[in-house]
Structures are given as structure tokens and as C-alpha cells.
């Protein structure tokens, strides 16, 4: 019987029954395309009664899209779609081979725009770009300006001149076409309109004619084309499209189809062998939402199991306090485990973004609040502090510390207009009207209130539709009242997010600890009775019959918390951070006599709250108060720093 047990035959079929066995109940309620066990509510089904998130969406509306489209015009990208459809003469204007994708990236967000707010004058002007896009696809359906207006030159150094599909590693021939795919989507839904899905659907056909089994077997240097070839299925149910985003994923590190790119693309060993995030951390964390996104439509277990291992090797040793993510300037890279220095922290606000869209999509797949987690404190931190108030200025790198002497934004102090590499401030416009859809999901009968956002939504949920409203003022106070208004009596269950800062994590993981673990409750009440909270994943589970009218009251307390790093961190070495909700805190130097890196935090300090709404459009600060009647410490939102010229920062303070 052992003997036979052994057998390798058997071993490999009960390997095959365990991972089915698995796979089978994690995707139990899979909708049929979709494929991820729970599906997000669209922010247009959320109208956003907030001042907080409504104030930064309307900003990008208002001036970051059309600044965008502007700096766009002025430097040359949409001249280029012009000079590769014989519209006009001349040489690719640039220094970017993806400047491309800048373009791509303002029609998405233009579109989410236009979904909730339409603006026939920004839908024609789209229109007139996507006319120029479409001149520039040449008959088979290639499309990139730098290589059709002049294969013989390069945009940049790195980047080698040659023939379609060479040097695949740096040309960002595929980058460029995940965001024609990805921007296609978003027009597509917004607007019902295919003249820029059929340009991406042209340029897929062309993708899949030439790469694939036996074909060419290359994957691209930089990902996003995987995700943008997902969201090309779920447009069309075409699953050869799917197909071709998981053989784009197979072929890194699998040196039989070509030469390695190494680490820094992440295609150094298979990606169903990876545990450890290495390398670029925007290409990581593309590729990580794109095999969630495999794991998720193709039920595939190998993925599932890689994606697991490798976010919990992220929040257990590579993340920041701000949830951003990549230590490294050098190769804008993971650094090693533990790696985690303050003034030179890398922390690209694309990579930030990535985090979000992977840490919904792992959500999306477990339904544990710890996604939620991470996406929250990315979102409320270290994404937005990549864009202005104003909407008109940008960080690329966001940093947890400025000694005001290193140019830590490409050669800046402080946030930047606009840059040769653009990548960032065009993230930030795709990104932020898509902001409400990260608020509820549902599955079956049941519906999550992921994060706390003034708003209103109907959300349909198996048995019929439901409203639900938010009233709040996070993120600064932790009352939320939740309005359940269910077209008539209905049993379903409220799934409403406890967060991890609330019940001493202020990230999941080991890496960041609460110096002080003494809490006030969280309490929830229903129709303002006190509710037996049942916890699971993270979240109060309140199952009942409800009815129009009922009301759910949530507290959350929010103290301001001492924060304490892994004591392998070495740079966090005797130091504490302050965060308050979901929001990270940090001293700047203009708050405080100009100095704030030589400050201390002592043990003994007390804390106070000030409401200050004449500053940076309205804050609540913190102010150290120390023992002994010393000047006091002014702490403000991370994201809301570098408005008011450069100067000395910090997250983490000495404690002695
Ligand atoms: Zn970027």
C-alpha cells in the first residue's frame, strides 16, 4: 500500500484532486466571465456625497485631465500619432519609446470622467485624438509612433533601433499596446462608441498572430499588457485574449523561448516559482494584478498559490508605512527584505496605483478585509501624496524623508510640473475617477462596505436591488452611519469592514506594530441597538431580514497611534510614526522652526488633534506635546506635504 502510494503517477493525480479540491470552493460563486468570486460595485453605480475624495476627483476632472492633454500636445505625443499616419512630417518628438502610453492613459481617465460626468465637448476632443490614433495603426494593426515614423532611430540610449518586435525587454512595444487595451475598455464602457476598441481589438489580432506557441516567444520587458488583454476578454468573451495574457506570463523566466531579462522584469525564474516581489516594483505590480487576474478567470491554483506567497512576503518585509512600495531609486526596485530606508525610499506613485488595482483584485479572490487594508492606507497615503492639491504638480518617487538637500524627484525638492518620463502624473489621471469603485462589492447575498466614503449607491445583489447610503467625515472622524434601504423586506447579509488600525495592525503582517495595544472598542449598532459583532475576515457580518429604513452606526475610534517598525528595519531603528485612521502623519519643516530630522518623540508624549481648515485644504494636524513644557511637534497627513516649498520631512522620529 505504501509502496504504491509512492508511486509517481498517484502522487501527481492526488496533487491534481487537492489543487482542484481547492480551486473548486475558492471559485464556488464564480460569475461566468467575470470570474472573480465577488464583483466590485462600478463607481457609477456610487454618486459621491463626500468632500474629501469628491474635492480631488473633481480636481482631475477640472485641471489634471486638461493639463494632461495639454502638456501632450505641447511636447509632441499627439504630433507623433499624426507624423506615423502621413498626417504631417518630421522625427518621433520625445525622449520616451512609451510616450504612447501617456496618451492611452489621460483617455482612460477621461473616459471614467466622462462616465460619471458626461462632457460632449471632452468626448469629441477624445474622438479627434483616437482619429489621429487610428491614422497611425498601420494596415495589420501595429501601432507604436516611434517605430513606424522611423525604425532606424531610437527615442533613448537604452532603447535599440531595429525591426517590429526587436529588443523586447526595453522597447515597450507591448507596454504601449496594454494601455491602447486598457484604454480602450474605458472608453468603450463609457461611451458605447468601438472607434477605439476596434484600433485595440486590431492591434490584439496582431499581438496573437505573431506571438504564441511555436510563434514568437518573448515576453515583454514591461507588463501591463497581460491586464489590458484581460479586460479585451471581458469586453468581447473572446478567450483567446486571455489565452494570450497568461502565455505572455508563462514565458517569463522560461529561458526555452528566450533570453532571460533577469530580476529587474521580474523574469528571472517562473512566475508560478516566484515568492519574493524583486526588481521594478511598477512592472511587479502590474504582473501581480495580471496573475491575480489568471488565478481568478482561469482558476488556475499554481497562480493563486504564487500571488499568495509573494503579497505576504510584500507586507511582511517590503512595504512602507505610506503603502508604498520600492526602496530603490537604482532600477526603481524592490530593495532586499527588511530594506526599507526613509530619504531614499523610491516609492513611485505607479507603483502605488499598482498596489490598489493588485490589492483589490486579491480581495476580489479571498474576501478578506487585509486587501482592503493595504489598499486603504496606499490610497489615502502614498498615492495621493503623488499629485498636488491643485491637481498641477507631481512626485514621481514619494520619499518618507527630505533632509530639503537631495533632489529626490528627478533632480526636485518638491512635486514637478510635468516630466521627460510622464508615467506618473498620467497614472494619477487614470486612476482617480475610478476612486468610488473600491468602496462596496457583493457576492451572492451578501454585500461588503469596504472603505468609508460619504455616498449613495444601488447595488444589485441576487435576490433584488438594495440602497445604501454612507454619511461619515472620514477620514477625520471615524463615525460612519450606513442607511439600508432594500426595495422591500429582505434577508442578506451586511459585510461592513472592520479596519486592522482599529484592532491594533496598522498594516497586516509583522512589519509595523502599535506601541500601545490599550484601544477603545469599535462598536456597531443596528437600528441603534448594540450588535453581537460576529467577525470573519476582517469584517462585522450582520445577517438579518432588512428593511427600508433600518440604520447600521459604526464607530471607529480614532487616537493617534504610535507606530513602531520590525526591529530588522534598521533605518526605523528607535524611531515612531504617528498615524491617525488611515492616515499617515508626518513633521515638516515649515510647521516647525524649519527642522524637524533631529526632533524626538519621547515615550511620554501626549497627543492632541487640531482641526486647521484654512490649511491645505483642510487638514486635521497632530501636535506633540512634550514633558516639560518644550516647544511643541505640528504633525500633518503625509500626502498633504511639499505645498508650501522645500524643506525637511519626516515619517519616523526618534524616540530618544
Ligand atoms: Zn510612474
Same mark, same amino acid.
Given at each position: ?10 502522487? +501527481? ?5 487537492i ?18 468570486? +465577488?464583483?466590485?460595485v ?32 505641447e ?23 512609451f ?7 489621460i483617455i ?21 485624438i483616437i ?13 507604436c ?9 531610437? =527615442? ?31 472608453? &468603450? ?11 485595440a481589438?486590431?492591434n ?5 498572430a ?13 507588463q ?17 485574449y ?5 502565455? &505572455? ?20 525564474i ?5 515568492d ?9 505590480m ?20 504564487a ?22 531609486h ?25 498596489? +490598489? ?9 479571498h ?9 486603504e ?10 499629485v ?5 504638480s ?6 518618507l ?7 529626490f ?7 514637478? =510640473? ?21 468602496i ?45 434601504? =432594500?426595495?422591500?423586506r ?8 472592520i479596519p ?6 496598522p ?7 502599535f506601541?500601545?495595544n ?14 453581537n ?25 480614532m ?9 530588522k ?19 515638516e ?22 482641526s ?21 511637534? +505640528?504633525?500633518? =497627513? ?6 508650501r ?12
Amino acid at each position: 500500500m505504501k509502496k504504491s502510494f509512492n508511486s509517481p503517477i498517484l502522487k +501527481i493525480l492526488l496533487a491534481v484532486f487537492i489543487a482542484l479540491t481547492i480551486s473548486c470552493s475558492l471559485f464556488k460563486n464564480k460569475n461566468e466571465k467575470w470570474g472573480y468570486p +465577488i464583483t466590485p460595485v462600478s463607481f457609477t453605480d456610487v454618486t459621491l456625497t463626500d468632500t474629501f475624495w469628491s474635492k480631488r476627483i473633481a480636481t482631475n476632472r477640472d485641471v489634471t485631465i486638461p493639463y494632461g492633454f495639454k502638456k501632450c500636445e505641447e511636447e509632441g505625443r499627439m504630433r507623433n500619432f499624426e507624423r506615423a499616419g502621413g498626417l504631417l512630417e518630421g522625427d518621433y518628438e520625445g525622449k520616451m519609446p512609451f510616450d504612447d502610453s501617456d496618451v492611452y492613459k489621460i483617455i482612460e481617465g477621461a473616459s471614467y470622467s466622462l462616465r460619471t460626468n458626461p462632457d460632449k465637448k471632452l468626448e469629441s476632443y477624445i474622438d479627434s485624438i483616437i482619429e489621429k490614433i487610428a491614422a497611425a495603426q498601420e494596415e495589420d494593426g501595429y501601432l507604436c509612433t516611434w517605430k513606424t515614423i522611423n525604425p532606424d532611430t531610437a =527615442p533613448a540610449w537604452w532603447v535599440k533601433p531595429g525591426p517590429r518586435w526587436f529588443n523586447l525587454g526595453a522597447n515597450h512595444e507591448l507596454y504601449n499596446a496594454g494601455h491602447i487595451y486598457e484604454a480602450a475598455y474605458a472608453h &468603450f464602457l463609457a461611451t458605447g462608441k468601438r472607434n477605439f476598441l476596434d484600433i485595440a481589438l486590431k492591434n490584439a489580432d496582431l499581438i496573437a498572430a505573431v506571438f504564441g506557441p511555436g510563434k514568437k516567444m518573448q515576453p515583454p520587458g514591461h507588463q501591463i499588457i497581460e491586464t489590458g488583454l484581460v479586460k479585451l476578454y471581458l469586453a468581447t468573451g473572446n478567450r483567446k485574449y486571455l489565452e494570450l495574457a497568461k502565455f &505572455f506570463l508563462d514565458q517569463r523566466g522560461n529561458a526555452a523561448g528566450h533570453e532571460l531579462y533577469g530580476a529587474y522584469s521580474q523574469d528571472h525564474i517562473p512566475v508560478v516559482d516566484q515568492d519574493e516581489a524583486v526588481g521594478h516594483a511598477v512592472r511587479a505590480m502590474y504582473m501581480y494584478a495580471g496573475m491575480a487576474d489568471i488565478a481568478a478567470l482561469m482558476q488556475d491554483s499554481l497562480y493563486l498559490n504564487a500571488v499568495d506567497k509573494i503579497w505576504d512576503n510584500v507586507v511582511t518585509k517590503k512595504i512602507y508605512l505610506t503603502g508604498g512600495v520600492g526602496a530603490r531609486h537604482d532600477g526603481e526596485a524592490f530593495g532586499d527584505n527588511y530594506e526599507l530606508p526613509n530619504l531614499t525610499a523610491y516609492n513611485e506613485t505607479c507603483a502605488a496605483i499598482g498596489n +490598489i488595482y493588485w490589492n483589490q483584485r486579491m480581495f476580489l479572490l479571498h474576501g478578506d478585509s487585509k486587501y482592503i487594508d493595504v489598499l486603504e492606507r496606499t490610497l489615502y497615503n502614498g498615492m495621493i501624496s503623488g499629485v498636488s492639491l491643485d491637481g498641477e504638480s507631481f512626485f514621481y518617487p514619494n520619499c518618507l524623508a527630505s533632509d530639503g538637500k537631495y533632489a529626490f524627484n528627478q533632480g526636485a525638492l518638491t512635486r514637478q =510640473p510635468w516630466f521627460d518620463c510622464s508615467c506618473c502624473p498620467s497614472n494619477v489621471i487614470r486612476f482617480m475617477p475610478s476612486v468610488p469603485n473600491y468602496i462596496f462589492a457583493h457576492r451572492g447575498q451578501s454585500l461588503y462596505v469596504n472603505l468609508f466614503i460619504a455616498c449613495s449607491a444601488n447595488i444589485q445583489l441576487d435576490k433584488g436591488k438594495v440602497a445604501i447610503s454612507q454619511e461619515t467625515n472620514y477620514p477625520w472622524d471615524g463615525n460612519i452611519v450606513i442607511h439600508v434601504d =432594500p426595495k422591500s423586506r429582505k434577508q442578506f447579509t451586511l459585510r461592513v469592514r472592520i479596519p486592522g488600525w482599529a484592532m491594533n495592525q496598522p498594516l497586516p503582517g509583522d512589519l509595523y506594530r502599535f506601541a500601545e495595544n490599550d484601544t477603545e472598542k469599535v462598536t456597531l449598532t443596528v437600528n441603534g441597538k448594540h450588535a453581537n459583532i460576529k467577525m470573519d475576515q476582517g469584517y462585522a457580518v450582520i445577517d438579518r431580514k432588512w428593511e427600508k429604513g433600518d440604520v447600521v452606526r459604526l464607530s471607529l475610534p480614532m487616537p493617534i497611534r504610535r507606530v513602531l517598525a520590525n526591529e530588522k528595519v534598521k533605518d526605523d531603528s528607535n524611531k515612531v510614526a504617528l498615524i491617525r485612521g488611515p492616515l499617515t502623519f508626518c513633521a515638516e519643516g515649515v510647521d516647525n522652526d524649519g527642522k524637524v530630522l533631529d526632533r524626538i518623540i519621547p515615550d511620554d508624549a501626549q497627543f492632541t488633534i487640531e482641526s486647521r481648515p484654512d490649511l491645505l485644504h483642510g487638514i486635521t494636524g497632530i501636535k506633540v506635546l512634550y514633558p516639560g513644557g518644550k516647544s511643541d511637534l +505640528i504633525e500633518i =497627513p503625509y500626502y498633504a506635504w511639499s505645498h508650501r516649498g522645500p524643506g525637511e520631512m519626516t515619517v519616523w522620529i526618534a524616540r530618544k
